[in-house]
């Protein structure tokens, strides 16, 4: 029964619509405000409730390219998925200029970048730019490990 | 102080040696801050003020024009090259830039958009000169029931219009509305859907959406695409409008502009309603909407020129009444407050000097971007050269501290890879990212002004109908949806004709 894309995100949508639905009306209530801070979220859930009804009768578009990912290429997003996730754990801990560069460097070699030196200059210097160009527009990057 | 006696006297300032110095200074700074996403203009003319203080305030006011178009056209920059808008008002643009940088159109798309914003801006500096007293009084009679009525249409214009299902879009549109409820409620103070997370109290940030659903997303067809050669796509393309191309956009430009003006003085709606509208109803006006989204160097043209049109629009209220109507010219306020001069009805009595000095300013302002911005086009463009993976790479570092450097929260910094993913999962099932966004950036202040018109008549919905503009508009809103439905029929019937046939 859930055999199309559209029956299949209308399910998860229908839910979706429930949870914040219940959520909202979860949301305290004041006796002297003519509408409520609940009034809007109820009238959105109700129609994201209407609509993933409706998108579950729909028939998905002809487009008969299913888009099927090689397996490949879904790790190598994965990869660099993990790659972010490092990035924002350890930005505020090493330090921006640090984990930005070990960041290009690893993430563009990883990619299939081949001039190691070319990266390297570029992971060196960006940061460093980076770092005093918002430095002088009194954005504090955080600075970390570095003494600098 | 007439207008042309006042016009004058604000060129000369602006036209002095020291004036166009600043101005120059200005728009180079500002078109660089501008093309790093998480700086627009409103930083950009942020960190001016420091640097203005102490200044004679009509140059400093010619620094702050400069900065002002420099960042917009920087905005657009990198919408076009990277798909990575850093201003909701850059996003539109994105549309049809980024589709004609991919083709190897970039240069002209750069170019398109340099013209446009210079055209935009000039006439809404000509409409701002000769009627901002006029538009003042207009402006301050639209009310929350045009507002919200103004706001529904430009959601529901741009559900019904976009590609593929109507359903998606407007589940799209719905879901970007839940997510700019997030956050405490500014009419109760009820937070709502933080589940005790001290950092969504204040709602989730534009720039953390609009870099997750467009630049993230757009960074996992960069790395599928990872492997490709330096090919026609990076190519920046000639610099050169045809003479087709200038006749093609030639009234959409005309037209887009006035709208633009028109929506930037009311206060609050700004450009980025003024670029989607314009988007949309370019869209709905073209003999052939299927090119829209692929490329349509009108689909550059429009918001672009709106846009702008509406940056100046939007300086009707700040200078007559003193009401900013955007984030921008709020902090042009402050700006201009700190210089000691406070815009107001009084503003032109008492200082006509500064006020034909802002406005000189703006006209200085707008030649000189066009001027210094169409040779650097194709040093711009070089960005498209850098190989994939260092691309790609860079683009990821660019969202991240866009999204750090406002909030300095790696909480932020999750939140932006959590809507990388909902805009690549998204795009795997079809559903337009854009009305998200833009349901989430007029989320906000449609329900703010639905929740004042219905305090205005003590809860009851009449209000939207006894008001005339306001029920044009949501008459409108309602007969776009029957766009898709007659073009559904219309596919049935010809089908069925092929049938018999």
């Given at each position: 029964?859930?055999?199309?894309?559209?029956?299949?995100t209308?399910?998860?949508?229908?839910?979706?619509?429930?949870?914040?639905l219940?959520?909202?009306?979860?949301?305290?209530?004041?006796?002297?405000?003519?509408?409520?801070?609940?009034?809007?979220?109820?009238?959105?859930?109700?129609?994201?409730?209407?609509?993933?009804?409706?998108?579950f009768?729909?028939?998905?578009?002809?487009?008969?390219?299913?888009?099927?990912?090689?397996?490949?290429?879904?790790?190598?997003?994965?990869?660099?998925?993990?790659?972010?996730?490092?990035?924002?754990?350890?930005?505020?801990?090493?330090?921006?200029?640090?984990?930005?560069?070990?960041?290009?460097?690893?993430?563009?070699?990883?990619?299939?970048?081949?001039?190691?030196?070319?990266?390297?200059i570029?992971s060196?210097?960006?940061?460093?730019?980076?770092?005093?160009?918002?430095?002088?527009?009194?954005?504090?990057?955080?600075?970390?490990?570095?003494?600098? | 102080?007439?207008v042309?006696?006042?016009?004058?006297?604000?060129f000369?300032?602006?036209?002095?040696?020291?004036?166009?110095?600043?101005?120059?200074?200005?728009?180079?700074?500002?078109?660089?801050?501008?093309?790093?996403?998480?700086?627009?203009?409103?930083?950009?003319?942020?960190?001016?003020?420091?640097?203005?203080?102490?200044?004679?305030?009509?140059?400093?006011?010619?620094?702050?024009?400069?900065?002002?178009?420099?960042?917009?056209?920087?905005?657009?920059?990198?919408?076009?090259?990277?798909?990575?808008?850093?201003?909701?008002?850059?996003?539109?643009?994105?549309?049809?830039?980024?589709?004609?940088?991919?083709?190897?159109?970039?240069?002209?798309?750069?170019?398109?958009a340099?013209?446009?914003?210079?055209?935009?801006?000039?006439?809404?500096?000509?409409?701002?000169?000769?009627?901002?007293?006029?538009?003042?009084?207009?402006?301050?009679?639209?009310?929350?029931?045009?507002?919200?009525?103004?706001?529904?249409?430009?959601?529901?214009?741009?559900?019904?219009?976009?590609?593929?299902?109507?359903?998606?879009?407007?589940?799209?549109?719905?879901?970007?509305?839940?997510i700019?409820?997030?956050?405490?409620?500014?009419?109760?103070?009820?937070?709502?859907?933080?589940?005790?997370?001290?950092?969504?109290?204040?709602?989730?940030?534009?720039?953390?959406?609009?870099?997750?659903?467009?630049?993230?997303?757009?960074?996992?067809?960069?790395?599928?695409?990872?492997?490709?050669?330096?090919?026609?796509?990076?190519?920046?393309?000639?610099?050169?409008?045809?003479?087709?191309?200038f006749?093609?956009?030639?009234?959409?430009?005309?037209?887009?502009?006035?709208?633009?003006?028109?929506?930037?003085?009311?206060?609050?709606?700004?450009?980025?309603?003024?670029?989607?509208?314009?988007?949309?109803?370019?869209?709905?006006?073209?003999?052939?909407?299927?090119?829209?989204?692929?490329?349509?160097?009108?689909?550059?043209?429009?918001?672009?020129?709106?846009?702008?049109?509406?940056?100046?629009?939007?300086?009707?209220?700040?200078?007559?009444?003193?009401?900013?109507?955007?984030?921008?010219?709020?902090?042009?306020?402050?700006?201009l407050?700190?210089?000691?001069?406070q815009?107001?009805?009084?503003?032109?009595?008492?200082?006509?000097?500064?006020?034909?000095?802002?406005?000189?300013?703006?006209?200085?302002?707008?030649?000189?971007?066009?001027?210094?911005?169409?040779?650097?086009?194709?040093?711009?463009?070089?960005?498209?050269?850098?190989?994939?993976?260092?691309?790609?790479?860079?683009?990821?570092?660019?969202?991240?501290?866009?999204?750090?450097?406002?909030?300095?929260?790696?909480?932020?910094?999750?939140?932006?890879?959590?809507?990388?993913?909902?805009?690549?999962?998204?795009?795997?099932?079809?559903?337009?990212?854009?009305?998200?966004?833009?349901a989430?950036?007029?989320?906000?202040m449609?329900?703010?002004?639905?929740?004042?018109?219905?305090?205005?008549?003590?809860?009851?919905?009449?209000?939207?109908?006894?008001?005339?503009?306001?029920?044009?508009?949501?008459?409108?809103?309602?007969a776009?949806?029957?766009?898709?439905?007659?073009?559904?029929?219309?596919?049935?019937?010809?089908?069925?004709?092929?049938?018999?046939?």
């Open positions: 029964m859930l055999n199309t894309t559209n029956k299949k209308a399910v998860v949508l229908f839910f979706v619509s429930i949870i914040y219940i959520a909202s009306f979860k949301l305290p209530s004041y006796a002297y405000v003519p509408i409520d801070s609940n009034v809007i979220p109820i009238g959105l859930g109700v129609i994201l409730l209407i609509l993933s009804i409706a998108l009768f729909i028939k998905d578009e002809k487009t008969g390219e299913k888009v099927k990912l090689p397996k490949e290429d879904l790790i190598a997003i994965l990869v660099v998925v993990g790659f972010i996730l490092i990035y924002i754990f350890l930005l505020e801990i090493i330090g921006f200029i640090l984990i930005t560069a070990l960041f290009i460097f690893f993430c563009s070699w990883f990619l299939g970048f081949k001039k190691y030196i070319t990266n390297a570029v060196i210097v960006l940061p460093f730019a980076i770092y005093y160009l918002f430095e002088a527009l009194q954005i504090q990057l955080p600075q970390g490990i570095l003494p600098f | 102080m007439d042309f006696h006042g016009l004058l006297s604000g000369e300032v602006a036209l002095s040696l020291h004036g166009l110095l600043f101005v120059l200074i200005g728009v180079t700074v500002g078109t660089f801050i501008g093309m790093i996403p998480g700086l627009g203009p409103i930083t950009a003319i942020a960190v001016m003020i420091p640097i203005t203080y102490g200044m004679d305030p009509a140059l400093a006011l010619l620094l702050m024009a400069g900065v002002y178009y420099g960042a917009a056209y920087g905005g657009a920059s990198s919408s076009i090259l990277l798909n990575a808008p850093g201003t909701s008002e850059a996003v539109a643009t994105s549309f049809d830039g980024y589709p004609m940088a991919k083709q190897g159109k970039a240069g002209k798309a750069l170019a398109t340099a013209i446009a914003s210079f055209f935009g801006g000039t006439i809404s500096i000509i409409f701002l000169t000769f009627l901002a007293p006029t538009l003042a009084k207009v402006a301050i009679s639209f009310g929350p029931p045009e507002y919200f009525a103004l706001m529904l249409m430009g959601l529901t214009a741009l559900s019904s219009l976009s590609d593929g299902s109507t359903i998606k879009a407007l589940i799209s549109a719905t879901i970007g509305f839940m700019a409820t997030v956050g405490i409620d500014s009419q109760t103070g009820t937070p709502r859907f933080t589940f005790g997370n001290a950092h969504l109290l204040e709602g989730i940030d534009f720039l953390v959406l609009a870099l997750g659903l467009f630049a993230l997303a757009e960074v996992t067809s960069l790395i599928i695409t990872r492997k490709e050669k330096v090919g026609k796509s990076n190519t920046i393309g000639s610099l050169k409008l045809t003479k087709n191309d006749k093609e956009i030639t009234p959409t430009v005309g037209r887009q502009s006035v709208l633009g003006f028109v929506i930037g003085v009311l206060p609050g709606a700004g450009g980025t309603i003024a670029s989607f509208l314009a988007y949309i109803s370019e869209k709905k006006l073209s003999k052939n909407p299927d090119e829209f989204g692929k490329g349509a160097i009108r689909g550059v043209a429009a918001p672009e020129s709106a846009n702008n049109a509406a940056s100046g629009g939007a300086f009707v209220p700040l200078l007559s009444l003193g009401i900013p109507g955007s984030g921008t010219t709020a902090v042009m306020l402050g700006a407050m700190v210089l000691g001069i815009p107001g009805p009084l503003l032109m009595g008492d200082h006509p000097d500064v006020f034909w000095g802002v406005i000189a300013s703006m006209y200085i302002g707008n030649i000189l971007l066009l001027v210094l911005n169409l040779p650097l086009i194709p040093y711009i463009s070089k960005v498209l050269k850098v190989p994939r993976p260092l691309l790609t790479s860079l683009v990821i570092v660019f969202c991240l501290i866009g999204v750090y450097g406002i909030s300095f929260s790696t909480f932020d910094l999750f939140l932006l890879l959590g809507f990388g993913v909902l805009g690549y999962i998204m795009r795997l099932v079809h559903f337009p990212a854009s009305p998200l966004l833009l989430f950036i007029l989320g906000g449609m329900e703010q002004s639905f929740r004042q018109a219905l305090t205005i008549s003590n809860g009851s919905l009449s209000i939207f109908f006894t008001n005339p503009i306001a029920c044009v508009l949501i008459i409108i809103a309602f776009s949806f029957l766009v898709p439905i007659f073009k559904t029929l219309r596919r049935k019937a010809k089908v069925d004709q092929s049938v018999d046939m």
